[in-house]
T-cell receptor, first 113, second 116 residues
Framework: AQSVTQLGSHVSVSEGALVLLRCNYS??????LFWYVQYPNQGLQLLLK??????LVKGINGFEAEFKKSETSFHLTKPSAHMSDAAEYFC???????????FGAGTRLFVKA | EAEVAQSPRYKITEKSQAVAFWCDPI?????LYWYRQILGQGPELLVQ????????DSQLPKDRFSAERLKGVDSTLKIQPAELGDSAMYLC??????????????FGAGSRLTVL
């Protein structure tokens, strides 16, 4: 069975600092991996996705994530945080059949001025 | 830009009452999902449709929840009777097809349910 673990329910950074949100996955088959972002009282929207084409994936708003098979990780990073990045971030995994997308518990990002 | 429409955005009801949520997916999207998101948690899949057929409802509490997508377009999720523990955000999402691992889900804004 597939699963996703997001380390840290809350992360706080200063504006301009590096953002690092951690995600580890478990999958018996090569996974597809996603990061979604959710702003208050809104649905989720896709930040980026990994589909085995390249291990470093670039997404919207300056975010990127690196797939590391040996560590079963797919951490999300951004070099310089903006106030507008404050939101909840969800890592998700689906199998190659794409039958089900499973979400992690989420990490809420706070950005301090 | 195409959106997934959901209504109502907010619903307050008393326990034991019936409640219904509606979702209109992006035109042409064959797959429709209903997720439940409890405060502080990630979305949990309740039911997944491919066109008008259910492909996964293993996590749907069938004693009180029902979902339908009669014409393979819009969908309704019903809860009867509502319980206090049903308070959550109900998210609808759609995608082009369910058999592609690179399947990107497009979410609606959600329906927030409060059961008193």
């Amino acid at each position: 069975a597939q699963s996703v673990t997001q380390l840290g329910s809350h992360v706080s950074v200063s504006e301009g600092a590096l953002v690092l949100l951690r995600c580890n996955y478990s999958s018996s088959v090569p996974p597809y991996l996603f990061w979604y972002v959710q702003y208050p009282n809104q649905g989720l929207q896709l930040l980026l996705k990994y589909t085995s084409a390249a291990t470093l994936v670039k997404g919207i708003n300056g975010f990127e994530a690196e797939f590391k098979k040996s560590e079963t990780s797919f951490h999300l990073t951004k070099p310089s945080a903006h106030m507008s990045d404050a939101a909840e971030y969800f890592c998700a995994v689906s199998d190659t059949g794409g039958f089900k997308t499973i979400f992690g518990a989420g990490t809420r990002l706070f950005v301090k001025a | 830009e195409a959106e997934v429409a959901q209504s109502p955005r907010y619903k307050i009801t008393e326990k034991s009452q019936a409640v219904a949520f509606w979702c209109d997916p992006i035109s042409g999207h064959a797959t429709l999902y209903w997720y439940r998101q409890i405060l502080g948690q990630g979305p949990e899949l309740l039911v997944q449709f491919q066109d008008e057929s259910v492909v996964d409802d293993s996590q749907l509490p069938k004693d009180r929840f029902s979902a339908e997508r009669l014409k393979g377009v819009d969908s309704t999720l019903k809860i009867q009777p509502a319980e206090l523990g049903d308070s959550a955000m109900y998210l609808c999402a759609s995608s082009l097809a369910h058999n592609s691992g690179a399947n990107v889900l497009t979410f609606g804004a959600g329906s927030r349910l409060t059961v008193l």
